[in-house]
């Protein structure tokens, strides 16, 4: 019987072995890609660059955070929120909070470095008060010293001002909370106050920075044109990092729309 590697047959019976085999390997060449574009990405890491970054500008700040006390802190604060939100597997939210955290820790270290030898003379001052307070306070009553320094300080609070929606200009229901901030700062001339800006949920982190931090200047502006030394206010905008209502109707972003008067002892 002769061979029958040459016959018709044999070669279409080849080419039928030879296009399975072709298209095993074509499933499983398909199935790694797939596998491989799934891990790339549908699964989002941590964001490890952006939490160095921050840890990398708060050590910077660390050298000077007691001349940027607030922002400093604010800045650890943030820090911390984003670990969380890493450990929670919220990773969008860890990374805006990264982002957020080394501003304000930049913002610090620019701020202390800026008013490093204002912030130095502050400090010896609060110091020696301390040293000649104690010297006197075995002949001073407690509660009477106290009750005195009460009267020395103007009546009512520092109170909060709202603004429309994308504006940097007050709400017209906030201008007689202004007066209100304005006549306390008169009646308190020895305080500084740290203007905090702050918006709403809608808009990129990045904007409403800006829009947080036109805000505290605008009331700065505002303060000043009033006849409130510009010295005695600083400005720190949160952006939208710090909601005081989580909510999505108008109402709630309202109350978001912000600057916050803080008094910086």
């Known amino acids: 019987m002769g061979t029958m590697t040459g016959t018709p047959i044999f070669n279409t019976i080849r080419f039928i072995r030879e296009a399975r085999m072709r298209s095993n390997w074509l499933v ?9 574009s799934i891990s790339l990405f549908g699964c989002k890491s941590a964001p490890q ?8 500008a708060l050590l910077a700040a660390a050298v000077k955070k007691d001349c940027a006390q607030e922002q400093y802190l604010a800045a650890e604060k943030l820090l911390a929120e984003a670990h969380q939100h890493v450990e929670d597997g919220d990773y969008d939210a860890a990374e805006r ?3 957020a955290a080394q501003r304000l820790a930049n913002e610090a270290r620019e701020y202390a470095e800026a008013n490093w ?17 104690d010297s006197v306070a075995d002949d001073e009553d407690a509660r009477g010293d106290s009750g005195r320094r009460d009267d020395e300080r103007g009546t009512g609070e520092l109170v909060t001002v709202y603004f429309p929606y994308n504006s940097s200009e007050i709400a017209d229901q906030s201008r007689e909370a202004m007066e209100a901030n304005i006549r306390w700062m008169r009646e308190n001339p020895d305080v500084r106050v740290r203007l905090e800006g702050h918006t709403d949920i809608r808009g990129t982190a990045e904007y409403n920075m800006a ?44 109350q978001n729309r912000r600057v916050e008067f803080v008094p910086v002892e």
């Open 49 to 56: 660059a952006e939490l160095d970054d921050a840890e990398s």
């Open 117 to 133: 030898e204002d912030c130095q003379r502050r400090i010896a001052e609060a110091q020696r008060d301390a040293t000649e307070e």
């Open 97 to 99: 909070k990264a982002i």
């Open 211 to 254: 829009l947080g931090q036109r805000r505290a200047n605008f009331v700065r502006n505002y303060l000043a044109q009033r006849g409130i030394e510009r010295e005695r206010m600083q400005i720190l905008s949160y952006g939208q990092e710090l909601l005081v209502s989580q909510g999505v109707r108008e109402s709630d972003h309202a």
């Open 28 to 36: 499983r060449s398909l199935g790694v890609m797939i596998i491989a």
